[in-house]
C-alpha cells in the first residue's frame, strides 16, 4: 500500500472521523456539535486535514492540500456558529450545511485513496479518472443534497417548536 507512519496515522484518524460523521448523521439527522460523534468528527476532521498538509503522493503543495485547508475552514467556521451563536436558530442552517459540506469534501479522497488500494494488490480502480470513483461520488453527492434538504426540514421543525415555546 506503501504509506509513510504519517500516512498511517491520517488513515486511521480520517477513518474514526467519517465513522463518527456516519454515526451522527444516523442517530441526529446531521453532524451534531453537542454529542460525541460530532465533537470527534470535529477534531479528528481537524487532525486529519492537518496530517494531510504533510502528505504529498506526487510532490509539493497540491489540489489535497487545498482541499484540506477549505475543509479545516469549513468545520472552523461551524464551530464557531455553533458556539457563539448559540441561540440563533439562522445560524444551525449554516452551521449544519458547512460541516455537511466539510465531510462530502472528505470523501473525494477518501473515495480515491480507497478505491484505487483497496484490496491491496488488486484495487477495485485504476486511477482517479476510473468511472467506479465517479459513480461512487454522483452517489455520495446525491446522498449529500437529499441530507442537506432533510437538515433543512428538520431545522425547520425545530425552530418552529422553539419559537412556539417561547410565544407560551
Known sequence: MGLSNLGIFHTIIGVV????ALISFI???KIN???ITGKLYFYFTIITSLT???ISKHGGFNA???LSLIILILVTA????HTKKEGNNKARYFENFLMAFSFLLSMLPTVNETLTRVPI???LAKDINDPLIGKTLL???ILFIAGSVYQIIKQRKINKLETNSVEF
Open 139 to 141: 452517489i455520495i453527492f
Open 17 to 20: 472521523a467519517i465513522l463518527s
Open 27 to 29: 442517530r441526529y439527522g
Open 64 to 66: 489535497g492540500h487545498v
Open 78 to 81: 461551524a464551530f464557531f456558529l
Open 121 to 123: 494488490g488488486h484495487p
Open 52 to 54: 494531510a498538509l504533510g
Open 33 to 35: 456539535l453537542k454529542h
